[in-house]
């Protein structure tokens, strides 16, 4: 069997009573309508040979109790299923969560943000109806096509196997040919669906740029040429679907007539009574309605088998980071320590951090500077522990940081991004994602320190303004102000700082400085920065370059030597620093 249909299937055990039921409401409704015909139909050819009323009497009450046995049984059947499908739908969308949440950031990053979207929406969507449309349909099926064969039996074996032959041939033989066919298609439709909601959201996200750069004909002539490829899969499907209407109807109706030819022949050699002519040829129309569904079953199998290899492929991945089986307490001291830490992030690669050692007492601050590409930002998602480090170690609290649990490390660490993100929310949500549990006076108290109250106060709706897309209605340097309130209320003891004054304009930069000095006292701190700005406050400044540390000492150490830290701080300052060096040596 299909590993992927055996995963689908253990994922619905949870409801496999539920299901038991569906599919016992199913049988009885699809019984209800054979019953329905057959009654009905014997009931009329009787009624034609003018008995007494009384010999009517069983077939009437039984037209009566079939019909309504079918809408009520119908109605049962289709509440229980549709709660099984939404029980399962929600059963999906956690294990999902719960599979990817371990993956981020590290396995995650190769994935484009439309393509986890189509995976979270449109996949999931699709496996809405795999109790529906396939599980439940060869189910009712079976148990409808057992009994029939058994009501057809008492009349004579040869209609049995005719019966049985037909439905087979339109439950089995046009399922297998319908999955043939729409296999092709329906791969290329999830593909085409899921590359379509990549496109359209890096679009929309992109949109502004694509404007501003002339290229929003060329982006709209891509979702079209996708669009057109995921209409071409959609119009094989449903001529597929044509194909296997034409088909079951053709059977259904040519069993039916076999059904008939024999049965008259039975009439006319004296096995049969005439009565049952009629009988016998409505059952066996009735009795297709439960395998008509089949074909449609095998056409969204094939759907709901890619929908779930793509899930499946996703969270499979396994998390790069994983905690250690019996994690260690909490650290006695908030110090950190890294003894020749080495890092690639892919095999074959040159190494981001290579052999990188320091000290961070606890209470103490250290800056890490450095060009672009130098390594900073590797350092902070190592201490947060998105990605596993290969050689070296890093201590918190004189104990290696993998023998913690990864949400007691990241408990203690408080971060400051300039990526921060802001969700579409009010700016009380956005500062309680911290710490929900918080009251009004600590998201207060915050905001002050982070130097925001002020303003929020001056907005109409304060703490309750929503801020937009990404936090888009603020300024850069507001934003900024909101993720240093969301870090504070978190109070942790070890603080982040990772370019946390990038993109910002000098009076902001210093607003925000101000901010996050406030901030620092008793905290153990680490700066990461490619600006160096307010650096005179570090114990120690670590320079980076190509992974390596090759300058350390504090400010005005570093910039008495003739130094990386010396050049970078003569460019950002576009000054003549021969007098301040001078004085700095003097200093020394």
Known sequence: MNRTLI?????????????????????????????LMATAAFLISAAALHPSIADLGIAIVGVRFFGLARGVCRYLERSVSHSVTFR???????????????????????????????????????????????????????????????????????LALVLLGFLSLTGIGVPILVRRLSRPPGRELVAARAELHARVVDGI???????????????????????HVLASAQRRLVWINGLQTGVSTLLMNGGMWVVVVLAILLVSAGRLRGLSLAVLALATLACFEAVLPLPLAAHSLEGALAAGRRLFALADAGAVVRDPARPVEGPATYSLEAHDLWFAYAPGDPPALDGVSFSLPAGRRIAVVGPSGAGKSTLVNLLLRFWEYDRGVILLGGVDLRDYAQSDVRRLIGVISSQAFLFNATIRDNILLARPDADEAAVMRAAQQAQLHDFIQSLPQGYETRIGERGLNLSGGER??????????????????????????????????????????????????????????MDEI???????????????????????????????????????????????
């Open 542 to 588: 670590l320079v980076l370059e190509a992974g390596r540390i090759i300058e350390r000492g504090t400010h005005l150490e570093l910039i008495a030597r003739a130094g990386l830290y010396q050049r970078l701080w003569l460019l950002q300052n576009r000054a003549d620093v021969s007098e301040f060096v001078s004085m700095a040596r003097q200093a020394l």
């Open 88 to 158: 399962l739908l929600a059963r999906l969308r956690v294990w999902f969560y719960e599979a990817v949440e371990p993956l981020a950031p590290a396995r995650l990053m190769r994935y484009q943000s439309g393509d986890l979207l189509s995976c979270v929406v449109a996949d999931i969507e699709t496996l809405q109806d795999f109790y529906v449309r396939v599980i439940a349909p060869p189910a009712v099926a079976g148990v409808i096509a057992l009994a029939m064969a058994g009501f057809m039996w008492r009349y004579d074996p040869s």
């Open 205 to 227: 996200q992109g949109l502004a740029d694509l404007v501003a750069c002339g290229q929003e004909r060329r982006t709209a002539a891509t979702i079209e040429a996708t669009a």
């Open 480 to 537: 900024q102000r909101l993720a240093i309130a969301r870090a504070l209320l978190r109070s942790a003891p070890i603080l982040i700082l990772d370019e946390p004054t990038a993109n910002l304009d000098p009076l902001t930069e210093r607003d925000v400085l101000q901010a996050i000095s406030a901030a620092m006292p008793g905290r153990t701190t680490l700066l990461i920065t490619h600006r160096l700005v307010g650096l005179e406050a």
């Open 7 to 35: 995963r689908l299937l253990r994922l619905m055990a949870p409801f496999k009573g539920w299901m038991a039921l569906a599919v016992l409401l199913g049988a009885a409704t699809v019984g209800s309508s054979i019953g």
